[in-house]
């Protein structure tokens, strides 16, 4: 980051996408560096978009009940796989369509803060539940740490979108 903002700030470049993270590294550290790098940013999207096509299959199958598992052979959970060829088809094809996938992130991000209220709540409440908790229920320590954490997200969830409209989405 250091190396950014000392050689990319004076030129008067703003990184915009990511093919201007690996400036830095290419002017620092040449064509071996620039390849390294570029290894390692495949590596990192690649394993990011691999991990979201496989929560996708997990998610769909788990709620469905169906057999699922990255090690579980395509026969025996066929529709966990095909879940998963269809997430990653649909987010080759969100790319394709010139969408900002920045944008995109910031937007499900904003929208992922406005929802977790709704989520951690529930979970709040049975953690205080004698009969479903039993002994393993929330103590007052926790009850109280839950509370203060329960008003943090509700204050960003009430901030978010907001936020979102005063900043132009940080365009």
Sequence with gaps: MATAALL???????VDHLSQVVLPVGYALGKLGLGLVLIGVFAATFGAALETALSSGYTVAQYFGWTWGKTTAPRTASRFHAVVIVALVAGMMLVLTGVDPVMVTEYSLVFAAVALP???????????????????RNGRFANLMGG????????????????????????
Excluded: F, Q, S
């Excluded at 990319?8 to 703003?14: E, F, Q, S, V």
């Excluded at 709704?118 to 393993?136: Q, S």
């Excluded at 203060?148 to 365009?171: C, D, N, Q, R, W």
């Design 8 to 14: 990319l700030h004076p030129a008067g470049i703003a």
């Design 148 to 171: 203060l954490y329960l008003v943090v997200v509700l204050t960003a969830a009430v901030a978010a979108i907001p936020l979102m409209i005063a900043t132009k989405a940080g365009l």
């Design 118 to 136: 709704l989520t951690y709540l529930p979970i709040l409440v049975v953690a205080n539940d004698p009969e479903y908790m039993g002994e393993a």
